[in-house]
């Protein structure tokens, strides 16, 4: 990761410095500054979707005729493409919202710098948050160019689906924060991959909702990551139902408390 290179720690400590005023646009500008040495590491969370869009999406599409989406035959690139443009979403916000932040409040001590300022654990949370929502987009809207290359945008709703890949990201950049407050250890990241990861396999990501039943379908589609694929998959395809609508509310909702938990926590962390 990138918090593991000694000069990239070094590059933060001198910047850490420079951040005294203009609340969460100067810790945007700090992480900005931060990544100009790691780019590389800034670009990781790209990699993964675009794999298993390669590896699944093409590989197994070839052998796989489609499915019916919303009363409509979708080709099976087609009906993986989105669900691995929200994903990327959901990395590029998790990444910055809970390894990063855990590292900078614990080890870096940055926070403890930015409240002997005129700034507030609010603008702390909002930064952060932001920033993550930012490198989410970033992703997203790199791995859209790469669907619209290969000629899997069928409908002109798609271009709500880089706003709507920003909300999935806001969504877990919240929460992610949120919960990396009551982080003790790096042990206790575990417990968030092992969230991540089943959402990943089993949020309709590969094969339709209508292959669960009963309860367990009504689990999956209380997942946030679900609500993001269900909405980016409408938009691509054009198949837009009210699904997207509760989907909007979900992420919004989920985005906007974790923002005020995190703050709240922040504020008992490092102010008590």
């Known amino acids: 990761m990138a918090l593991t290179g000694a000069a990239l720690v070094e ?10 005023k203009g609340g969460p646009v100067s810790l945007m500008h700090r992480n900005l500054l931060f990544y100009r040495r790691g780019w590389m590491f800034f670009a ?5 979707p675009v794999f298993y869009l390669f590896s699944i999406g093409i590989g197994v599409g070839a052998m796989v005729v489609g499915f019916q989406f ?8 087609d009906f993986v493409a989105p669900a691995m443009l929200a994903t990327a979403a959901m990395n590029g916000a998790i990444i910055d919202s809970t390894f990063q932040v855990f590292f900078k409040l614990k080890f870096l001590k940055v926070y403890d710098a930015v409240l002997a300022t005129s700034m507030t654990p609010v603008d702390v949370a909002r930064g952060e948050v932001t920033w993550a929502v930012l490198r989410g987009a970033i992703y997203s809207a790199a791995f859209l160019l790469i669907m619209v290359a290969m000629g899997l945008v069928d409908s002109w709703w798609a271009v709500l689906a880089l706003p709507a890949a920003a909300l999935v990201g806001f969504a877990f950049a919240g929460t992610g924060m949120a919960l990396t407050t009551f982080m003790k250890s790096w042990q206790d990241f575990e417990l968030i991959q092992l969230a991540i990861m089943p959402m990943f396999l089993f949020s309709a990501t590969f094969f339709p909702i209508t292959a669960y039943d009963g309860v367990l379908r009504w689990v999956v589609e209380a997942t946030p990551l679900y609500r993001g694929v269900v909405l980016i998959r409408e938009l691509c395809t054009g198949l837009v139902t009210m699904d997207s609508a509760i989907s909007v509310v979900y992420l919004a909702v989920m985005g906007v408390l974790g923002t005020a938990v995190a703050s709240r926590r922040l504020g008992r962390l490092l102010l008590a």
């Open 11 to 20: 590059a933060a400590r001198r910047h850490d410095q420079r951040t005294t």
């Open 70 to 77: 919303n009363g409509q035959a979708v080709d099976y690139t």
């Open 44 to 48: 990781t969370g790209l990699l993964e």
